[in-house]
């Protein structure tokens, strides 16, 4: 069987896809994975043949709707509006319609090149991650079956609506009549979540569970990780923390290592980017190019923006987790890791007290948490893997 994956950014869209890539390969499928210019080398490093989709300068060239500053504020939305958008008010629902139609907008620009392939290559299944919108597209002019993938926990598992549940967007609809297509929803929904991380579904969804398998790129153990003489604690804004700071609001980073300077505890700074490390509080290590699945395994906590690559990957491990989220979609997931009991939530850090009498109270009194993240952990462990899943998808 050809499986043909698509996605339009890496790594947060990617990475979550990649262990069901390679328990594709693994079962001697021909895998191939195609998303823009800019997403070609996380593919590759992931030891998966890439396939370029997009004009990257087009792509990135998309014009920013003003309703989406609000995607890269604070903001508590309702708890479960990711799986039932009809819990949001209408400010919130033009937000996320924005999004929706930026994302059709990134497909419209991938699909000439993924159906120029596809009729060359005729894959036999499509995987697409759940805001590639170009996947379901290619699935109903290739006429083959069409699989969406999610990657967090609260991941919207339905095609883009309009200004209610019940309404298709126009945008979406619109990429189905460019090729003369008929309009084809995906056959399912693979869903990595925990069933207590996930919030009440919205609408029926054909949810295909499947085992997270972390996967945050490679690196190499460094041998200070086997050297534990106090408490240690992973501060970590990933990638999306870095996307989504607000040039307006307090610097979390900053915030939360000055709150942690009044501990005893080891800082593990795992920075996405750059970062200032004159002036750092003597306890802080920064830590580059350790995947998390290597580094939290030997922390007591971790303290992140809410990554959908971060929460999972904490919780597959059994580690507690303190979020402090920066947008809206960091909060649904900080809700979900509430909801499990693995983890508790700040809604916003203006100053250092707060976080400073949470991260020592957790590290103080672990056990509920440590017992809550083990319970999720024993339910993750308890879905099917990537390759069980892949053979099921084979078969079908």
């Given at each position: 069987?050809?499986?043909?994956?698509?996605?339009?950014?890496?790594?947060g869209?990617?990475?979550?896809?990649?262990?069901?890539?390679?328990?594709?390969?693994a079962?001697?499928?021909?895998?191939?994975?195609?998303g823009?210019?800019?997403?070609?080398?996380?593919?590759?490093?992931?030891?998966?043949?890439?396939?370029?989709?997009?004009?990257?300068?087009?792509?990135?060239?998309?014009?920013?709707p003003?309703?989406?500053?609000a995607?890269?504020?604070?903001?508590?939305?309702?708890?479960?509006?990711?799986?039932?958008?009809?819990?949001?008010?209408?400010?919130?629902?033009?937000?996320?319609?924005?999004?929706?139609?930026?994302?059709?907008?990134?497909?419209?620009?991938?699909?000439?090149?993924?159906?120029?392939?596809?009729?060359?290559?005729?894959?036999?299944?499509?995987?697409?991650?759940?805001?590639?919108?170009?996947?379901?597209?290619?699935g109903?002019?290739?006429?083959?079956?069409?699989?969406?993938?999610g990657?967090?926990?609260?991941?919207?598992?339905?095609?883009?609506?309009?200004?209610?549940?019940?309404?298709?967007l126009?945008?979406?609809?619109?990429?189905?009549?460019?090729?003369?297509?008929?309009?084809?929803?995906?056959?399912?929904?693979?869903?990595?979540?925990?069933?207590?991380?996930?919030?009440?579904?919205?609408?029926?969804?054909?949810?295909?569970?499947?085992?997270?398998?972390?996967?945050?790129?490679?690196?190499?153990?460094p041998?200070?990780?086997?050297?534990?003489?106090?408490?240690?604690?992973?501060?970590?804004?990933?990638?999306?923390?870095?996307?989504?700071?607000?040039p307006?609001?307090?610097?979390v980073?900053?915030?939360t290592?000055?709150?942690?300077?009044?501990?005893?505890?080891?800082?593990?700074?795992?920075?996405?980017?750059?970062?200032?490390?004159?002036?750092?509080?003597?306890?802080?290590?920064?830590a580059?190019?350790?995947?998390?699945?290597?580094?939290?395994?030997?922390?007591?906590?971790?303290?992140?923006?809410?990554?959908?690559?971060?929460?999972?990957?904490?919780?597959?491990?059994?580690?507690?987790?303190?979020?402090?989220?920066?947008?809206?979609?960091?909060?649904?997931?900080?809700?979900?890791?509430?909801r499990?009991?693995?983890?508790?939530?700040?809604d916003?850090?203006?100053?250092?007290?707060?976080?400073?009498?949470?991260?020592?109270?957790?590290?103080?009194?672990?056990?509920?948490?440590?017992?809550?993240?083990?319970?999720?952990?024993?339910?993750?462990?308890?879905?099917?893997?990537?390759?069980?899943?892949?053979?099921?998808?084979?078969?079908?």
């Amino acid at each position: 069987m050809r499986v043909l994956l698509t996605t339009w950014a890496a790594p947060g869209h990617l990475f979550p896809m990649v262990p069901l890539a390679w328990a594709f390969q693994a079962a001697g499928h021909e895998v191939r994975v195609a998303g823009p210019p800019s997403c070609q080398d996380a593919i590759t490093q992931a030891g998966l043949s890439a396939v370029e989709a997009g004009d990257q300068a087009a792509i990135a060239g998309l014009p920013k709707p003003p309703e989406l500053a609000a995607w890269g504020r604070p903001a508590r939305w309702p708890s479960g509006w990711s799986a039932d958008l009809d819990l949001l008010d209408t400010g919130q629902r033009r937000v996320i319609r924005a999004l929706y139609e930026k994302q059709c907008a990134v497909a419209g620009l991938m699909l000439d090149d993924l159906i120029a392939f596809g009729r060359w290559w005729r894959p036999d299944l499509i995987v697409h991650d759940v805001l590639s919108m170009a996947g379901p597209v290619l699935g109903a002019v290739l006429g083959v079956p069409a699989v969406g993938h999610g990657w967090e926990i609260g991941s919207t598992l339905h095609p883009p609506t309009g200004d209610s549940d019940a309404e298709p967007l126009p945008a979406y609809l619109e990429l189905f009549e460019r090729y003369g297509a008929d309009v084809t929803e995906p056959v399912g929904w693979v869903d990595p979540c925990p069933p207590s991380l996930r919030p009440p579904d919205g609408r029926p969804v054909r949810r295909l569970p499947m085992r997270c398998v972390p996967y945050n790129g490679s690196g190499l153990q460094p041998g200070w990780l086997a050297e534990r003489g106090r408490p240690r604690v992973c501060v970590t804004a990933g990638v999306a923390g870095a996307r989504y700071r607000d040039p307006g609001g307090p610097d979390v980073l900053a915030l939360t290592l000055a709150s942690l300077a009044a501990t005893e505890a080891e800082i593990v700074l795992a920075p996405s980017g750059p970062v200032a490390e004159e002036g750092l509080p003597d306890q802080v290590r920064v830590a580059r190019g350790i995947p998390f699945r290597m580094l939290l395994p030997t922390c007591d906590l971790v303290i992140h923006h809410g990554g959908a690559g971060t929460a999972l990957t904490a919780v597959v491990l059994g580690v507690p987790q303190l979020v402090v989220p920066p947008s809206p979609i960091c909060t649904e997931i900080g809700h979900g890791i509430v909801r499990g009991g693995a983890g508790a939530m700040l809604d916003r850090l203006d100053s250092t007290e707060l976080l400073l009498k949470t991260a020592t109270e957790m590290l103080a009194a672990p056990e509920p948490y440590r017992e809550a993240a083990e319970r999720v952990r024993s339910e993750t462990a308890a879905l099917p893997s990537p390759g069980v899943l892949a053979a099921e998808l084979g078969a079908s």
